[in-house]
């Protein structure tokens, strides 16, 4: 009886300290979650040529334009950056100069909650669908255009897929640059996922290589107190714990170290600009409801271009399936990564050119320019 009496007292000891350890864990934790992350990437500033859009919900979206085309013979382009929460980067403005001198206006816009665009109010005020409602607005009411010239680079190529598969009337052309996995992701009759690596093998003349392993770093900066905390209370309590200043902040220092994966040579990453925006980057890859565009897509006759660098991150099957929905070309860069013009400058303008215009007049015009 004594030796039961005794085990019971242990355990029950066993289980008051344990608890108390626990509290006190978790106390250190919420204390520690208080703390504000120190800022190590300055915010980024207006350059002296971005212009606003004051959309209809109340918001500004923040853009470059480019003049590259004053008579408006040729439909206008519309550079979709990646992500989510991704930015119009200064080396992208200097890269879609150099197209538009083929006789192109370009508009580059952060989408809403990334770069100098406003953030919204709430972390779950960010959707796809917004958007691409967002995307709608600036080319109807905004630039108030009949057709546009697409260039959706990694996130922004999902979105600019979209768009086609909803408004093909107002597409002329379109350009994936790395784009993500088109989503919903493709399932079998049976609704099991579908296996893309044996739709689209890869043909024995692709050699692709593997960039430099970066998002196990990046995970590891994810288990941080108050980053865990912020997501927490964004999903569950769509409130938001970090402040719109420091959560970007925490993912432009992500961006900053995760880059390094998405070039073919490490010398080629471009300085981090400060204008990485978190809630929209948590957020904006929910998809809802989102419906199937295949049978739309293999339906279309708008010519496509697919590009690929052979230090993609992505798989060829997800990015080759738009070239084969789309009936477009796929062109294969080699020493190239995830951002394809970071790599090879020349060969991504130049790949977009040819493809946009065969016309000599249009050739003599870049020609002259340069």
């Known amino acids: 009886m004594k030796k039961v009496n005794t085990r019971k007292s242990l355990l029950r000891r066993f289980f008051k300290y344990t608890f108390r350890a ?36 109340g918001y500004r979206i923040a853009y470059t334009y480019i003049d590259g085309d ?32 083929y006789g ?44 546009v010239v697409l260039i959706g680079h990694s996130y922004g190529g999902i979105l600019a897929t979209h768009f086609l598969a909803n408004h093909p009337d107002r597409v002329d052309k379109l350009i994936l640059s790395s784009p993500g996995d088109l989503q ?3 399932t079998n009759e049976d609704g099991t996922m579908a296996d893309m690596n044996q739709l689209y093998p890869v043909p024995s003349k ?15 900066d994810f288990l941080q107190p108050r980053i865990v905390m912020t997501m927490v209370c964004a999903m569950a309590f769509n409130f938001k714990w970090s402040n719109d200043r420091e959560f970007d902040d925490y993912t432009n220092t992500m961006a ?29 890859n929910y998809y809802g409801n989102l419906t199937d565009i295949r049978v739309k897509l293999k339906s279309l006759s708008i010519p496509a271009l697919v590009l690929q660098g052979q230090y993609d991150q992505g798989e060829y099957s997800s990015v080759f399936e738009y070239a084969d929905l789309l009936k477009g070309e796929y062109k294969f860069i080699e020493n190239a990564g995830h951002i394809i013009w970071w790599d090879k400058p020349a060969t ?23």
């Open 184 to 186: 919903p992701y493709r």
């Open 256 to 284: 900053s170290k995760f880059t390094k994966g998405m070039v073919a040579n490490p010398n080629n990453v471009k300085p981090e600009e400060g204008g990485a925006g978190g809630y929209s980057h948590g957020f904006s």
């Open 348 to 370: 991504y303008t130049e790949t977009i050119a040819a493809f946009l215009t065969k016309d000599k007049a249009t050739k003599k015009l870049y020609t002259k320019n340069n």
């Open 104 to 147: 192109y206006d370009v508009y580059l816009y952060d989408q809403i909650g990334s770069g100098l665009s406003d953030r919204l109010p709430k972390p779950k005020d960010y959707s796809f669908n917004r958007h691409l409602k967002d995307l709608n607005e600036i080319i109807k009411d905004q630039i108030k255009t009949d057709k």
């Open 22 to 57: 626990i509290g006190i864990i978790i106390l250190i934790l919420l204390v520690w979650s208080l703390i504000p992350l120190k800022e190590t990437i300055k915010p980024i500033k207006p350059r002296p040529d971005t212009r606003y859009w004051s959309m209809t919900e």
């Open 206 to 220: 692709y050699q692709f290589k593997k960039p430099i392993e970066v998002f196990e770093q990046t995970e590891r």
């Open 70 to 101: 004053t008579a408006n013979a040729n439909p206008r382009i519309i550079f979709l950056h990646g992500g989510p929460g991704g930015y119009i980067h200064s080396a992208i403005i200097e890269q879609m100069k150099k197209l538009a001198q």
